[in-house]
């Protein structure tokens, strides 16, 4: 069946503007999540939803960051004001349960889509 | 503060067992252990996950301590295909239940030799 994906797969921003990036989770994942990978570095996680609900939203950088989802569906996260700092490839990812807690745990495997690799000019 | 480290490279040559090893020393009580595979351009594809003693399935062995405070991914007779970063992903506590953040390791580059 169809996996995660992710939009735009690329995308090249001007300092100062606002992105959005969004995220299509498996059909009938309960859980998303979404993670930062900046260049040869590790995964940086920002944001968990159970449904359409997001129990913390502190790991998210900065208040320029923003993120919901609708429907129990759809994902998007929003970057305001963008920063070079910013650049990054954003990764989602769905899992069919969620693992309770503020970050869902580490308890349902996660399927990640292709990433999107923001560029910060 | 929750840290989580793994070495960050190994190499191996095709056919030999490889054993990379992560540290969690602040894994929150009732949360498992689950481990990442991820080629470059590629999101993150699910390994193995495991809670406590020894869990073993088709591609690779999971070994955990009685603590939990570490984790060791074994991957048998390893090819060149198998050359990737290897993440550990836990979530971080304190004491019981998992009310913490998700912490993936740093990753572990492991490149396999012919």
């Known amino acids: 069946g169809a996996g995660v994906s992710q939009s735009p797969s690329n995308k090249v921003t001007e300092k100062g503007k606002d992105v959005e990036l969004r995220c299509d989770p498996i059909s009938g994942h309960t859980a998303l999540y979404w993670y930062r990978q900046s260049l040869g570095q590790g995964l940086e996680f920002l944001i968990y939803f159970q449904g359409n609900s997001a129990p913390d939203k502190s790991g998210l950088p900065s208040d320029r960051f923003s993120a919901e989802r609708t429907g129990g569906s759809v994902s998007t996260l929003t970057i305001q004001r963008t920063q070079q700092e910013d650049s990054a490839v954003y990764l989602c990812?769905?899992?069919?349960?969620?693992?309770?807690?503020?970050?869902?745990?580490?308890?349902?495997?996660?399927?990640f889509g292709p990433g999107t690799r923001l560029t910060v000019t | 503060l929750a840290k989580t480290t793994q070495p960050i490279s190994m190499d191996s040559y095709e056919g030999q067992e490889v054993n990379i090893t992560c540290s969690h020393n602040n894994i929150a009580t009732n949360d498992y252990i689950t481990w990442y595979q991820q080629f470059p351009s590629q999101g993150p594809r699910f390994i193995i996950q495991g809670y406590k003693t020894k869990v073993t399935n088709e591609v690779a062995s999971l070994f955990i301590p009685a603590d939990r405070k570490s984790s060791t991914l074994s991957l048998p007779r390893v090819s060149l295909s198998d050359t990737a970063v290897y993440y550990c992903?836990?979530?971080?506590?304190?004491?019981?239940?998992?009310?913490?953040?998700?912490?993936f390791g740093q990753g572990t580059t492991l490149q396999v030799k012919p």
């Open positions: 992903l836990v979530g971080e506590g304190p004491g019981s239940g998992n009310t913490g953040k998700l912490i």
């Open positions: 990812a769905s899992s069919p349960r969620p693992g309770g807690g503020l970050s869902g745990g580490a308890r349902y495997e996660q399927y």
